[in-house]
């Protein structure tokens, strides 16, 4: 499988633990739920040498470009939406497959240009949209919703301790245009020294309500285990959030376990993180954890 020469600036994290777990063989269908830049999918149709049995899942119009001109004349389905309406209409599609990765959150590009609002250190817009044909956007959500709300999203989806004063003060300079204005006000919230920029935890809550990233997470983990996963499947996913992990942690428990009748064997009974070296060569890999299972026959 051609592998392409501008593979993108997105190195995919924890890439050999995860074929690891995936363990691809000859002919296997598989199920990428965030194709990404393609950097595991690659890898895994390099062993499976089965495009018409792999379908590539992306929620942002520039990775399901980069993903067609990739893959797209192999055969490969490839499709542009949300995880959740994706696997449902697979579900109604009949579909299974044998391995299915989710590679939670944002990719390098997202990071890197500052035109899509993820990045605390480059000045742009107060987009943060994974998915640009979205209509709700980080300004939407600054400049409109209430104090209560914007305290409510930074502590549960950031857990910042100082939500309530991030919120007011958002509230009392708002309207809000970018991103340097945004850190530099939450950075008033945080005086005196910090290992981390301030605006960390903000910037982070802000893009999971904005992508309602853990209510998709939530809804579509039943339908992975249940439906999706072919008997003897692998399912792996990667989380870059301490709530995403547990709700795969739990999701994981509740299927697996040593119950008689239980759906899932656990494969990794902690998480797996990257090690030092590759956490050198690529800074994203800090926050991975991967969590893996097999579906009972
Ligand atoms: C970490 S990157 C995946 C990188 C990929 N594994 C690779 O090696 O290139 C995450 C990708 O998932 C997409 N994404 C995140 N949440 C999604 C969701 N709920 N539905 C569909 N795509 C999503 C993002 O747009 C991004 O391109």
């Given at each position: 499988m051609h592998q392409g020469s501008k593979t993108s600036e997105h190195i995919p994290v924890l890439l050999e633990q995860t074929l690891t777990?995936?363990?691809?063989?000859?002919?296997?269908?598989?199920?990428?739920?965030?194709?990404?830049?393609?950097?595991?999918?690659s890898a895994v149709l390099e062993?499976?040498?089965?495009?018409?049995?792999?379908?590539?899942?992306d929620r942002d119009p520039a990775a399901v470009k980069s993903l067609r001109d990739r893959f797209g004349e192999y055969g490969v389905d490839i499709r542009h939406a949300d995880f959740y309406s994706a696997s449902k209409k697979l579900a109604e599609e009949g579909k299974q497959f044998d391995m299915i990765l989710a590679d939670l959150g944002v990719s390098s590009p997202h990071l890197?240009?500052?035109?899509?609002?993820?990045s605390i250190s480059k000045d742009g817009p107060l987009d943060m949209r994974m998915d640009t044909t979205q209509e709700l956007t980080a300004e939407i959500v600054l400049n409109?919703?209430?104090?209560?709300?914007?305290?409510?999203?930074?502590?549960?989806?950031?857990?910042?301790p100082k939500a309530r004063t991030i919120a007011a003060l958002i509230v009392q300079e708002r309207p809000l245009k970018s991103t340097k204005e945004l850190a530099t006000l939450v950075a008033k919230a945080w005086p005196g020294h910090s290992k981390v920029h301030p605006?960390?935890?903000t910037f982070q809550a802000l893009r999971v309500a904005v992508n309602n990233e853990l209510g998709l997470l939530e809804a579509s983990?039943?339908?992975?285990?249940?439906?999706?996963?072919?008997?003897?499947?692998?399912?792996a996913i990667i989380s870059f959030h301490s709530l995403e992990d547990r709700m795969v942690k739990q999701a994981f428990a509740q299927a697996g376990g040593d119950?008689?009748?239980?759906?899932?064997r656990i494969l990794t009974k902690h998480p797996v993180v990257g090690d030092e070296s590759e956490i050198v060569f690529n800074p994203r890999a800090r926050s991975a954890k991967l969590r893996a299972a097999l579906k009972q026959k």
């Open positions: 777990y995936l363990d691809p063989k000859g002919g296997d269908s598989y199920l990428d739920l965030t194709g990404g830049y393609g950097g595991h999918a062993r499976t040498k089965a495009p018409k049995h792999t379908v590539l899942i890197n240009q500052a035109s899509r609002g993820f409109s919703y209430s104090e209560a709300a914007l305290a409510d999203i930074l502590r549960r989806y950031g857990e910042e605006a960390t935890r983990l039943p339908i992975w285990i249940d439906t999706l996963l072919a008997p003897g499947g692998r399912l119950r008689y009748d239980a759906t899932l």
